[in-house]
Every structure is written in structure tokens, then in C-alpha cells.
T-cell receptor, first 110, second 111 residues
Framework: DAKTTQPPSMDCAEGRAANLPCNHS???????VYWYRQIHSQGPQYIIH???NNETNEMASLIITEDRKSSTLILPHATLRDTAVYYC???????????FGTGTRLQVFP | GAGVSQSPSNKVTEKGKDVELRCDPI?????LYWYRQSLGQGLEFLIY????????KSGLPSDRFSAERTGGSVSTLTIQRTQQEDSAVYLC?????????FGPGTRLLVL
């Protein structure tokens, strides 16, 4: 079973920030938080991952709470192309298979 | 550079036939994974290869499913005596540690 809990769906206006929450209260000390997304009919796409510190790359920012029991993926300026299912996954770095939950279906509207 | 490629992109077969699905990982990636996604369902782990280690087969749904990885590169997923419930998109991913990079998938339809 997936070790994360996400809202099933969210809406966001184009150009606004999309903040996608994830709960992972049973995360272990050696487990990372990964975010992937799946645009309709495509394979999943890696977005970002982190262990304890907040992370930022060209796609998104990842904010992890100090107790590591939850995190938020931030898309700073959502576009229509960001409409997708977003998956939050906890996994041991470097070796582990991914256990996908049901994710959050983000709909970006004009 | 080139990403993960899979072939065929689509496969239609009759119930009871065997099928082979191919995955070409990103060059240099030591880890290779197979997942499947049934219509309207989430992604389900099938099997994982890491270097020369014995594969993790814990996700294979039955003994009709098998996979091999030759020379640490290309992988083939074989489904014997296909059933209608095997219809799904079969996704391959590769990794050099950390993030997994997915191919476009093979859409399998068993009639």
C-alpha cells in the first residue's frame, strides 16, 4: 500500500501558484519524498525529490515540514500544460521500487 | 540525450497467445523497472533489475509473467498465455540512482 495521502483533486487558475499537499506520517528516516506527475496517456515524469531540506528546481519547489510528516509541492506559475495527476511517493533513495497511490488530479483552468 | 524507449507502442493479441514487450533504458542506467497501469487504475510495480543482482520479482501477478535483462541493458517482459485482465499499459523506467525516468509505455489489448 502507498504510504502517502493526497487529496483526490484540485483546481488552479492559470498563472497562479498550485500548492499540492501530501501526508506521509509514517515516513522512515532513510526515505525520501518524491513527486512525479502523469499527463494523460503519457508515462510518469519525475519532478523533484527531497529528504529533509526544501528543494527547488526548474519545474517546482518542494517544502518538507520539520517533522517530515508532510510536504507540499509548489508549481509557482501553473500553466494549462501542468494539468496532470501528481503523485507523492516515499522511497528509499537509489534502490527502491515506487509504490504509487491514487495521486492528486490537478486541473489548471484559463 | 535519448530517453527510455519501448516497443511496440501498441499490441493487440488474442487470449492465450504469448507476447513480448521490449524496453531500452537510458544508456548507463543500472536500474530498470517494469510497471503496469490498467484502465482507470494506478501504477503497479512488477519487477526491478539492479546491476548484476537477482531481480526483485515481488510484483509479478502470476507465473505467466517473466522478464529478463540481457547484458545489463535491454529488457524484455514476457506474458505467456495472455488473459483479458492482462490488458493494460506496460511502463518501463530506468534509473542511475534516485529519480526514475519512464518510457512512453506499451498499450496491450488482449481480445
Amino acid at each position: 500500500d502507498a504510504k502517502t495521502t493526497q487529496p483526490p483533486s484540485m483546481d488552479c487558475a492559470e498563472g497562479r501558484a498550485a500548492n499540492l499537499p501530501c501526508n506521509h506520517s509514517t515516513i522512515s528516516g532513510n526515505e525520501y519524498v518524491y513527486w512525479y506527475r502523469q499527463i494523460h496517456s503519457q508515462g510518469p515524469q519525475y519532478i523533484i525529490h527531497g529528504l529533509k531540506n526544501n528543494e527547488t528546481n526548474e519545474m517546482a519547489s518542494l517544502i518538507i515540514t520539520e517533522d517530515r510528516k508532510s510536504s507540499t509541492l509548489i508549481l509557482p506559475h501553473a500553466t494549462l500544460r501542468d494539468t496532470a495527476v501528481y503523485y507523492c511517493i516515499v522511497s528509499i533513495y537509489n534502490t527502491d521500487k515506487l509504490i504509487f497511490g491514487t495521486g492528486t488530479r490537478l486541473q489548471v483552468f484559463p | 540525450g535519448a530517453g527510455v524507449s519501448q516497443s511496440p507502442s501498441n499490441k493487440v493479441t488474442e487470449k492465450g497467445k504469448d507476447v513480448e514487450l521490449r524496453c531500452d533504458p537510458i544508456s548507463g542506467h543500472t536500474a530498470l523497472y517494469w510497471y503496469r497501469q490498467s484502465l482507470g487504475q494506478g501504477l503497479e510495480f512488477l519487477i526491478y533489475f539492479q546491476g548484476n543482482s537477482a531481480p526483485d520479482k515481488s510484483g509479478l501477478p502470476s507465473d505467466r509473467f517473466s522478464a529478463e535483462r540481457t547484458g545489463g541493458s535491454v529488457s524484455t517482459l514476457t506474458i505467456q498465455r495472455t488473459q483479458q485482465e492482462d490488458s493494460a499499459v506496460y511502463l518501463c523506467a530506468s534509473s542511475s540512482g534516485g529519480a526514475q525516468y519512464f518510457g512512453p509505455g506499451t498499450r496491450l489489448l488482449v481480445l
